[in-house]
């Protein structure tokens, strides 16, 4: 079955980096668009950033355009999320989505299988 294994999370003070790892199985990799988003406490899901699935498109929340970077490789069928400059407001617990379709949008309804989450946390 279709399988999404999140983990790279952590805690770390603002300004650090970390990657993200989301481990996909149990579907053909390759055809789907993925993304991570995130969700901090008493908050929406929200849209973080996005991946087409050969890699040829990305999109970024403004919030994190120019910090963060998603890349993914197909023969590992992982993708990552490079988080540079972390912010506070970056705590939240991140998830990855994989989309049963080659184009990547930025609406977390379009998604059909999601990771389990790991938790980022920055303190100031």
């Known amino acids: 079955q279709v399988r999404l294994v999140d983990s790279g999370g952590g805690l770390v003070q603002a300004g650090d980096s970390l990657r993200l790892t989301c481990a996909a199985s149990?579907?053909?990799?390759?055809?789907?668009?993925m993304a991570w988003f995130r969700q901090a406490p008493g908050k929406e899901r929200e849209f973080v950033a996005a991946i087409s699935w050969n890699g040829g498109s990305t999109y970024y929340a403004d919030s994190v355009k120019g910090r963060f970077t998603i890349s993914r490789d197909h023969a590992k069928n992982t993708v990552y999320l490079q988080m540079n400059s972390l912010k506070p407001e970056d705590t939240a617990v991140y998830y990855c989505?994989?989309?049963?379709?080659?184009?990547?949008?930025?609406?977390?309804?379009?998604?059909?299988?999601w990771g389990q989450g790991t938790q980022v946390t920055v303190s100031s």
């Open positions: 989505a994989a989309r049963s379709n080659a184009k990547a949008t930025m609406s977390r309804n379009e998604y059909d299988h």
């Open positions: 149990g579907f053909t990799f390759s055809w789907y668009a």
